[in-house]
């Protein structure tokens, strides 16, 4: 109860919290009416909790300890020193029109029923506040094929990249079978990803049941699925299942040990980032309202903050405000638009961003000590939401900035409803080139993209000297077993990176139509058209040849203006020959022992 659906508001704020009785959704003030007209419920509760400084004695020292009036199990500000501050609480009934007001607790003039709901609503916890960590988890079951999976002596070896599905061209949502090692696409999903499926139908012919997610594995397991069970699943000999096939999990593991030597420069480093000691000067206002952190959420208001900096959001969640809100369903939690509303509202209106009273700075400057003035807003109703059914972004866990910038623009294409969309500012088209090296015949083909890939190239470094001097210093203090307090990094100039975008790309095993057979091929990537924001993603993580991933530790110098004018498509040119527009055979793979089909069926299919 500690949150209302359309407002940041706190049980202390200004006005208090109304609960209605029927929903159990709690309001503030502002919206109380609005939800009393649409919904014709009538009767709230109306929570309020004042929070006053504790008074000090004539000597200085604290009085006696009063216990604090806490009627309700709500959750206390956690920007206030619970040692300096008491609370007390005030909870009545509302009746609307009229706001006819009944005190509670009141036994003696309310039914034993509606005592009973009273007393219900206010020992409730808010389902948005502190919650276990390990209810987020997705409780997965040991699989039963952990301990008897059969694997093939086949030789397959998978190397940590370049994989490409065995049946199709498709290089993402890729399984490994675990029996034999295939790597086929996984199915089609309703936001867009995935692919044709060949995994489970793999799966239909061979009865061969686990498969590993390329991409997820990590030293503390892989995500494997179970065709025969129908679900994900666990398997407790993942590591020695992989290895069968050349993947070292254990030698992951013990790479990702860290020297607590090796983190106190990135602690300072940290600091140093943070200003910490230095005194700044408090920003309020509008456009200076901060999002706090619920458990490695960092990346959640990262992307938010800039999304609501650029003017298409504003208009249209912030500026549509009382329409969003007019319009909302009965449970307003549950509407991607209204709590997108509420968010963007939140982070303009300046509401959660004022500054202490001027007597409040009087007060601290005159005892020489700083008292955090509580600021900023808890989006736990918006995670909630907006990580609903995805198995990563309902977790407690850290992730990827990038990825949830995608999730992002995914969630407001499927709930656009016709309205302008302000995710079309960071949409543009890119060209793929494709020429056949044999007969030097094209192929072009346009797909959607909202973000520009860029590679680190580490050879193009500006200081080689400076990085082979620090290289020598390191394995030096490693040696000496001290610690080396300074980071060199290598400086990568954006134009290399840049340059490196635009180098052509060998394509092997590629089947020209021109030829009905295999062969070698260039690919280059050009802009049809541009956004009116660009979003970079700087590749800094990579794959060893023993699989273990490794981060580019690099400082890149980003242009203030980029020009990628020359980047732009032209297309079909003069005196160029397209491909023929004809897909390769799809060839039926081998049925198992056993079947009396004919094993030897091709299937010629013509793209529509």
């Not at 000090?56 to 009627?71: E, M």
């Not at 700083?370 to 866990?397: C, D, T, W």
Request: glycine letters at 6%; aromatic letters at 10%; charged letters at 25%.
């Amino acid at each position: 109860l500690n949150q209302i659906p359309l407002l940041f508001k706190l049980q202390e704020s200004e006005g208090g919290l109304y609960v209605c009785m029927s929903t159990f959704l709690g309001f503030g003030r502002e919206h109380v009416e609005r939800h009393y007209r649409k919904t014709g419920q009538c009767v709230y509760m109306h929570l309020k909790r004042t929070i006053k400084e504790k008074a000090t004695g004539a000597s200085g020292g604290g009085r006696p300890k009063k216990k604090s009036q806490i009627i309700f199990e709500l959750e206390q500000n956690e920007d206030l020193n619970n040692e300096d501050y008491e609370y007390e609480d005030e909870a009545k009934l509302v009746i609307f029109p009229d706001h006819y007001e009944i005190p509670l607790p009141n036994i003696e003039e309310l039914p034993a029923l509606v005592t009973i709901a009273c007393d219900a609503v206010l020992a409730t916890r808010s389902p948005f506040g502190k919650q276990d960590p390990e209810s987020w988890e997705e409780e997965l079951k040991d699989s039963k094929h952990e301990n008897n999976l059969q694997q093939l002596d086949n030789g397959v070896r998978i190397p940590p990249s370049g994989w490409k599905c065995a049946w199709c061209d498709l290089r993402e949502n890729l399984w490994l079978n675990l029996t034999d090692g295939t790597i086929l696409c996984g199915k089609w999903f309703f936001d867009g990803s995935g692919g044709n499926g060949h995994a489970l139908e793999h799966y239909r012919e061979t009865g061969y049941p686990l498969a590993v997610k390329l991409g997820t594995i990590t030293p503390d397991g892989a995500d494997v699925y179970s065709f025969d069970e129908g679900e994900a699943v666990l398997d407790a000999n993942i590591a020695e299942h992989l290895m069968h096939f050349g993947i070292d999990m254990m030698a992951m593991q013990k790479s990702e040990n860290v020297n607590p030597v090796d983190i106190k420069p990135r602690i300072s480093e940290w600091e140093v980032v943070q200003e910490s000691g230095m005194k700044l000067k408090p920003m309020y206002g509008s456009g200076y309202t901060g999002i706090k952190n619920l458990g490695n959420s960092c990346y959640l208001s990262t992307v938010m903050q800039i999304i609501f900096s650029i003017p298409d959001f504003q208009r249209r969640y912030v500026g549509n405000l009382q329409r969003i809100f007019d319009y909302s369903p009965l449970d307003p939690t549950q509407d991607f638009d209204t709590q997108m509303a509420k968010l963007g509202h939140g982070l303009l209106s300046g509401q959660y961003s004022k500054p202490p009273m001027k007597s409040e700075v009087i007060e601290q400057v005159m005892k020489e000590e700083y008292k955090p003035h509580p600021q900023g807003m808890v989006p736990r109703m918006f995670k909630a939401l907006i990580g609903k059914g995805h198995p990563e972004f309902s977790s407690n866990r850290q992730q990827d900035a990038l990825e949830f910038f995608l999730h992002l623009i995914n969630l407001i294409n499927r709930n656009n409803n016709g309205s302008d969309d302000p995710s079309e500012v960071f949409r543009f088209m890119v060209e793929d080139r494709v020429q056949c090296c044999q007969s030097r015949k094209v192929k072009y083909k346009q797909r959607v993209d909202y973000i520009m890939q860029l590679p680190i190239v580490l050879e193009a470094a500006s200081n080689k000297e400076e990085l082979l001097a620090y290289e020598l210093r390191r394995r030096e203090a490693e040696i000496a077993k001290r610690q080396l307090r300074e980071v060199v990094r290598a400086k990568i100039p954006f134009s290399a990176c840049l340059q490196a975008f635009q180098e052509p790309e060998n394509v092997t095993d590629f089947w020209s139509s021109a030829l009905q057979a295999k062969s070698a091929a260039i690919k280059t990537i050009q802009f049809a058209s541009f956004p009116e924001y660009l979003v970079i993603q700087l590749k800094k993580f990579t794959f060893g040849i023993d699989w273990i991933p490794k981060k580019l530790d690099v400082s890149i110098d980003m242009p203030d203006l980029l020009d990628i004018s020359h980047l732009r498509a032209t297309g079909l040119q003069p005196g160029e020959e397209e491909l023929p527009d004809i897909s390769p055979p799809i060839i039926m793979p081998d049925q198992p022992k056993g079947n009396k089909e004919d094993n030897s069926i091709r299937l010629w299919i013509l793209e529509g």
